[in-house]
């Protein structure tokens, strides 16, 4: 029997239309980039799930929880210690830039792959 308000289309999975999830891979991240944009008119906030493995075999898993407006956005980074070896060769931002809130990673060594699952609150 199909409910009104669980909804999924292929891409999206949808609950009661109040938050939305969607995972992604990224492989082969090796310089800083938007990893994941969203439209600063959608949502309140988003928990910015993550997995991140260096080539070599680093890896760390955590949350980034992220909340803006029009102009900025406030976030925290909350993860594992790190297994196997530092991790310290990619970091993540959110900033607000051209309408839409960036999740950004900030790399200064390895090669990674970041592993996301993205839930918007609306």
Request: one cysteine or more.
């Amino acid at each position: 029997m199909a409910q009104s308000g669980f909804t999924f289309d292929g891409t999206y999975l949808s609950l009661i239309g109040t938050q939305r999830i969607q995972s992604d891979v990224n492989n082969g991240v090796s310089t800083s980039t938007s990893l994941y944009q969203i439209p600063t008119s959608s949502g309140c906030g988003a928990f910015f799930d993550y997995c991140m493995t260096e080539s070599g075999g680093a890896k760390r898993l955590g949350t980034v929880m992220a909340t803006w407006d029009g102009s900025g956005a406030a976030w925290t980074d909350t993860s594992t210690p790190d297994l196997n070896s530092s991790t310290i060769g990619l970091g993540f931002t959110v900033t607000v830039a051209a309408g839409n809130v960036d999740f950004n990673s900030v790399v200064t060594s390895g090669t990674w792959t970041v592993r996301l699952s993205v839930r918007i609150i609306y």
